[in-house]
């Protein structure tokens, strides 16, 4: 008999956004833009708890009233700063759940301001997953649009390539690179144990048209009109 895998969702919602005002609320398009996050993690028919993790009650009441979903407990203030790594309220999450006698397999940390994914992507990188040995996390990935090796820094009002000796080669010759979107991240239980910081990760790749890091309002406005792109070719 095939063990049922028990996963959290762990979605972060502080307060605090300084570029975008109440970004994790905020609407994107017709609804909060948590609630794409939400709804693909009910879709995904994935998780037996989701947990939104906010330090304020204001967040709490209004994501609760919009999404039907209850949310147990709050962030503390001190692992609610612009410098706390998200793997600390991962550890937070796990330990106040643990503490509460439920206990998972697999923690996921689905990111608020990702509404480009689908929940077919969370199903597929699952699947993924568990083709791995899991002793590193997941992360879903975009491919760099340009060759790194083209890069190029300032230096005062002078740009200079990073790789002088790479700048004229030939992209089709060039390894691929990537970075992390930003959508979500897959921990099994027992690597979360060691309290480490990941250098090694499993992928799951996403095109360009369905991954953008939200950061300032540029990125919103883009991340709208691909969002828009993307449904009429659905």
Known sequence: MIKKIKRLAIIPARSGSKRILNKNIKNFIDRP??????????????????HISTDSIKFKKY??????????FLRPKKISND???????VGFVKKAFKERNFFF?????????????????LILASKKYQ??????PLISIRRFDAPIEWSLKKKRNIYIPN???????????????????????IF???????????????????P??????????????????LYKFNKKGL
């Not at 693909?40 to 989701?50: C, T, V």
């Not at 083709?131 to 590193?136: A, G, H, I, N, V």
């Not at 360009?208 to 009109?225: C, V």
């Open 163 to 185: 790789f002088k000796d790479k700048l004229k080669l030939d992209s089709k010759k060039i390894m691929p690179c990537y970075y992390e979107s930003a959508s979500f991240i």
């Open 131 to 136: 083709l791995t040995d899991k002793k590193f």
């Open 208 to 225: 360009r048209e369905r991954s953008i890091d939200i950061d300032n309002i540029s990125d919103w406005n883009i991340a709208e009109h």
């Open 33 to 50: 833009i948590i609630n794409f996050s939400i709804d693909n993690a009910i879709k995904s028919k994935l998780f037996k708890k989701i």
């Open 188 to 206: 099994d239980d027992k690597i979360l144990k060691k309290k480490n910081r990941f250098e090694k990760f499993y992928g799951y790749e996403l």
């Open 105 to 121: 397999d697999e923690i996921w940390l689905i990111y608020a301001c990702s509404p480009l994914t689908r929940f077919q992507d």
């Open 63 to 72: 994501i609760e009233k919009k999404n039907k979903i209850k949310i147990d």
């Open 83 to 89: 410098n706390t790594p998200l793997i600390d309220v």
